[in-house]
């Protein structure tokens, strides 16, 4: 079984390190990730899967989201549970600011007029319209 596991000087596909990594679902997805330009390698972007990494190589994904950024610790052998996987990289992602985010009012709120109308404009719409019936018999 020591036979399997990589040196720790080896050096990996980036796709499958990505996948190990379980940052990405398959390395179908990651592949995807690193040809549309959101993955770069030590500052540069990569548009090729088959880009080789290895330890001490600096990793940011722009996932949907979020931004992460990760340090090389070893290249993995099979896509395992989250513990395993978290022994293959340092996570040096910055925490996010409280000015990124909206704050819990502004997410709630929309702006006047879009959506459905409120009880209070509904009413206001009921009395530009005329009294007499729609339709007569």
């Not at 080896?10 to 997805?29: E, G, Y």
């Not at 959101?38 to 931004?67: M, Y």
């Not at 040096?92 to 409120?118: K, N, V, Y």
């Amino acid at each position: 079984m020591a036979e399997k596991q990589p040196l720790s000087g080896s050096r990996q596909r980036i796709d499958k390190w990505l996948f190990f990594a379980r940052i990405a679902k398959s390395r179908t997805l990651a592949k995807e990730r690193i040809s549309s330009g959101r993955v770069r390698v030590n500052g540069h972007i990569v548009r090729q899967s088959s880009h080789v990494i290895g330890p001490g190589d600096r990793i940011e994904v722009a996932l949907n989201r979020r931004d992460i950024v990760l340090l090389v610790l070893n290249s993995g052998v099979r896509r395992g549970p989250y513990d395993e996987a978290r022994l293959l990289y340092e996570d040096l992602t910055p925490l996010p600011s409280d000015e990124d985010g909206l704050r819990s009012l502004e997410q709630a709120s929309r702006l006047p007029g879009s959506g459905r109308p409120t009880k209070k404009e509904r009413r206001a719409i009921d009395r530009l319209q005329p009294d007499e019936a729609w339709f007569d018999d």
